[in-house]
C-alpha cells in the first residue's frame, strides 16, 4: 500500500467524468488498497477514485462502525428522506457548505472482484456515498452548497 497525493480543486480530474471499471484485477486492487490508506491518513469519511488523479469508477467510504467499504461502479439506486447538513471535501480544504442530500440511500455496486452488493445506508453514510458518487461523475459537493459555513463554526 502506498499514500496517494489528493488532488486538489482547480485540477480538471475533478471535473471529469469517470470510466466504468472493467478489469478486477491487481491494479484495481492496490488502487483500493492505495485509497484506504491515504484516506485514514488525511482522516476523511470518503474518497473517489479522481480525487487521486484515477478517472475510474470506485470509491472508498468509511460506514458508521469505522470500518470502510469499496464500491465500484456504484448507482444510487432508490433514496429518500432529505437532511441538509455541513458538508466538506478533501479535495478542497477548509471549505464546508450546507447541502441538502437524502437521509437514506440504497447503492448498487460491486465489490473489488466484481460481485454486485448492494448496501443501504442512512445519515452521515448515506451523505458520504451521494459526496463520492457525485466525484466519479465530475460533480463537487460546492455545486449544491446553499450556504458556505465559517471553519470555525463547526468546531
Do not use: W
Amino acid at each position: 500500500m502506498a499514500l496517494r497525493t489528493i488532488v486538489q480543486v482547480g485540477d480538471e480530474v475533478l471535473t471529469k467524468k469517470c470510466r466504468p471499471v472493467t478489469d478486477f484485477n491487481d491494479r484495481l486492487h492496490q488502487l483500493l488498497d492505495d485509497m484506504a490508506e491515504t484516506l485514514r491518513d488525511a482522516g476523511g469519511l470518503g474518497l473517489a477514485a479522481p480525487q487521486v488523479g484515477v478517472l475510474r469508477a470506485c470509491a472508498i467510504v468509511e460506514q458508521a462502525d469505522g470500518s470502510y467499504v469499496e464500491i465500484v461502479n456504484p448507482v444510487i439506486e432508490k433514496s429518500s428522506g432529505a437532511v441538509e447538513e455541513a458538508e466538506g471535501c478533501l479535495s478542497l480544504p477548509g471549505r464546508y457548505g450546507m447541502v441538502l442530500r437524502p437521509e437514506k440511500v440504497t447503492v448498487k455496486a460491486q465489490d473489488r472482484n466484481g460481485n454486485p452488493i448492494t448496501i443501504e445506508a442512512e445519515g452521515y453514510t448515506a451523505r458520504a456515498f451521494c459526496h463520492e458518487i457525485d466525484h466519479l461523475s465530475g460533480h463537487l459537493f460546492t455545486e449544491l452548497v446553499t450556504e458556505y459555513i465559517d471553519p470555525e463554526d463547526l468546531r
